[in-house]
């Protein structure tokens, strides 16, 4: 019941080099120094192989755009297809890891493996941030992000959401008022 969740894509390789995405809804942040973070697959999952061959992955954050591919990456499966290509997805070469990225994402998080929990129907990875790429675009004069700005899409029950009206900012409960 702790919903709306992230909908995103991650993007894996085998050792081979052959890519592929996978949806993950169950993705969070679980630290921030040093930066960790956690997906939970199932095992029975095709890039489920990849991670565990080489504990690696990249975290690419879904738009109202991409929503489409995303719920296609969920759905289909890479033993059959090849989901880049498929969905006129571009592999963005990453710095820190051999899997790719997605490039029309606006965030993109390499990720290794530090450590993996069997947790029943899914596994989690809880894993270290190497790397963060952000799409210009969303970046202002100062440097600042602004990721609310990108049209991320949460997913809750088997349906996707956009992000709405913002309600107020950290510590706006206790402020003086001017």
């Known amino acids: 019941m702790l919903n709306p969740v992230p909908a995103v894509m991650v993007s894996v390789v085998d050792k081979n080099g052959k890519s592929n995405i996978i949806t993950v809804a169950w993705a ?19 890039s489920y192989h990849m991670i565990e061959e080489t504990g690696e992955f990249v975290i690419n954050l879904t738009t109202e755009e991409l929503v489409k ?5 969920g759905v289909k499966s890479g033993r059959d297809i090849d989901k880049f290509k498929e969905l006129g997805l571009t592999e963005l070469p990453m710095q820190h890891v051999r899997a790719p990225g997605i490039a029309e994402s606006p965030v993109n998080m390499e990720c290794r493996v530090r450590c993996r929990q069997e947790l029943g129907s899914h596994t989690m990875f809880v894993a270290d941030v190497l790397g963060v790429t952000v799409d210009e675009k969303y970046m202002d004069e100062t440097g600042k992000f602004h990721i609310n700005e990108t049209g991320l899409v ?25």
């Open 69 to 73: 591919a995303c719920d296609y990456c």
């Open 154 to 178: 949460m997913y809750s029950h088997g349906e996707y959401f956009a992000l709405g009206e913002k309600l107020g900012k950290f510590g706006y409960s206790i402020q003086k008022r001017k």
């Open 28 to 46: 969070g942040t679980i630290c921030t120094n040093p930066p960790m973070v956690s997906i939970s697959v199932r095992p029975e999952r095709y």
